[in-house]
């Protein structure tokens, strides 16, 4: 016959920290009884080296030791980041209001006053180990959700090109700069047949994993119909937005600027859905930049929706530049905003220098224009240069 008594599960582990025998055997002897794994040390240096080695779910606190006082104690606690989220309830003789106003200072959660009622030790104790209990599932989930973000960021940027083409008497550089793991706007450089090349910028109006869901399915929804209608974007768009709002239920849509261009005769016929107007430069023509203007509503907002379609031509030494609302947004501390004027005079700046240092100079310029203002939206910028 078995006669050893089963293992019963600590209901939590507990460091108690006094310099008085007498407190450290009744405070651990009750909380034992109560079935929490208790331990117990008699001064400061040993509570940081005891919760170094193993750290507790809570810790009661002494406040007047010798060398290292409880007030010390907690903040060397909270300034350790692997130790810093354990809770501290003060347990001291000391009753006044400046005593117990220092232990919330320094980090302290709760302060009981010796002496103590058993019943009241045990109410706090219990509370607060299941208030640790909750902020750790929550903190769990926190990185669990973290690292699923994460990864749709990384699958979201696989649908990206890997490579610029190289297309001979061109220039192509692309960014796209995400507010938050992962992004709402998109592009595409697509090669399509004939030698042409199909250059998508595109933005979904929403944030978060929604929005990099509803990305995902119109950047896959507008490259295959660029297959079917390699020259016509506006039947790309109709398509597109037959689909969209067929498929879908979501309260969301795409501004979207989609262009075929033909690299030897410098032709881009273009639909632009809503999105904010791509400029063309011609360094012959000064300061007055062509504006690519909408040719109909953004996708996914109406059914029957028809596109037209516009026709512009990149000489020798143009620059066109796209790009989204996110860049020229971009608000400052002060909640000024980038604005259109700004991006213009950086490109008219540059105009001769590779399609990269213009780009470089625009992101350059609004980093400089924001400061260390949060980025609240996506930013994704394409310059094409003809030599």
């Excluded at 939590?12 to 040390?41: C, F, H, W």
């Excluded at 933005?203 to 929005?211: F, Y």
């Excluded at 016509?232 to 067929?246: D, S």
Aim: hydrophobic content about 40%.
């Amino acid at each position: 016959m078995n006669n050893q008594t089963p293992d019963i599960p600590s209901k939590g582990n507990i460091l108690v920290v006094d310099d008085t025998p007498a407190n450290l055997r009744l405070l651990s002897g009750m909380l034992a009884e109560q079935g929490y794994k208790v331990r117990s040390v008699i001064n400061g240096q040993m509570a940081l080296t005891a919760t170094q080695a193993a750290p507790p779910d809570l810790i009661l606190l002494d406040i007047n030791m010798p060398e290292m006082n409880g007030y010390e104690v907690c903040e060397r606690l909270k300034a350790d980041e692997d130790t810093r989220d354990i809770p501290i309830i003060f347990i001291s003789a000391l009753d006044a209001t400046e005593d117990k106003v220092k232990a919330f200072t320094v980090g302290g959660l709760d302060y009981i006053t010796k002496p103590f009622q058993i019943e009241e030790v045990l109410a706090r104790v219990q509370t607060h180990l299941a208030l640790r209990k909750l902020q750790m599932r929550l903190q769990n989930a926190n990185r669990r959700f973290e690292q699923e973000l994460a990864l749709a960021g990384e699958v979201q940027a696989s649908f990206l090109p890997k490579e610029i083409p190289n297309i001979p008497g061109w220039q192509l550089a692309v960014t796209l700069k995400p507010a938050r793991e992962t992004s709402g706007d998109f592009y595409d450089i697509n090669p399509l047949p004939n030698g042409e090349l199909g250059i998508l910028v595109a933005d979904v109006v929403g944030k978060g994993v929604g929005a990099a869901l509803y990305m995902a399915l119109s950047w896959t929804l507008i490259r295959t119909y660029a297959a079917e209608h390699p020259t016509q974007p506006e039947l790309v768009c109709e398509a597109v937005n037959r689909r969209i709002l067929g498929d879908t239920r979501a309260d969301m849509f795409v501004t979207a600027f989609y262009g075929v261009l033909n690299p030897a005769t410098g032709t881009l016929i273009y639909c632009n859905a809503g999105q904010n107007p791509p400029y063309l430069f011609d360094p012959q023509k000064g300061d007055d930049p062509q504006k690519l203007s909408a040719t109909g509503k953004p996708l996914g907002m109406f059914e029957d929706e028809t596109w037209g379609k516009s026709v512009t031509l990149l000489a020798p030494e143009n620059v066109l530049v796209l790009y989204t609302d996110g860049v020229v947004e971009a608000q400052n501390a002060g909640d000024a905003g980038f604005g259109e004027d700004r991006l213009l005079r950086c490109v008219q700046a540059n105009l001769g220098r590779p399609a990269q240092a213009i780009r470089d100079a625009i992101i350059a310029d609004v980093y400089e224009f924001t400061g260390d203002a949060h980025q609240y939206d996506d930013m994704t910028l394409l310059v094409l240069a003809r030599k």
